[in-house]
């Protein structure tokens, strides 16, 4: 399914937006349509290791001693830094929303 620019600018994306989408076209060769679903894709991936560290931590919580508890939210933390922070978090959030709305 080819994506438009038109399309995209009606879901919510910026002209900033698609033009950093055009350069990561441009750079790496990909189509609009596969850079926005493996954004979409990363997005997802991050929301459930998210979930998964607030799982681990909450169980840390409830039943480690306040050392060990409070090492691992420390280190649930570093984690999802790095996760959400090596995606371009706002393109990837319209990008889920735009396939969904798509589907």
């Known amino acids: 399914m080819a994506i438009t620019e038109e399309?995209?600018?009606?879901?919510?994306?910026?002209?900033?937006?698609?033009?950093?989408?055009?350069?990561?076209?441009?750079?790496?060769?990909s189509a609009l349509d596969v850079i926005v679903s493996d954004l979409a894709r990363r997005f997802l991936v991050n929301v459930w290791v998210t979930f998964g560290v607030i799982f681990v931590c909450l169980i840390a919580l409830i039943v480690g001693?306040?050392?060990?508890?409070?090492?691992?939210?420390?280190?649930?933390?570093?984690?999802?830094a790095i996760g959400w922070?090596?995606?371009?978090?706002?393109?990837?959030?319209?990008?889920?929303?735009?396939r969904n709305q798509a589907q």
């Open 7 to 29: 399309a995209l600018l009606k879901s919510g994306f910026t002209a900033k937006d698609i033009q950093k989408l055009r350069n990561n076209s441009a750079s790496y060769g």
């Open 65 to 80: 001693s306040v050392d060990s508890a409070l090492s691992g939210v420390f280190a649930g933390l570093f984690v999802l």
């Open 85 to 98: 922070f090596t995606i371009p978090a706002g393109l990837a959030y319209k990008s889920w929303r735009f």
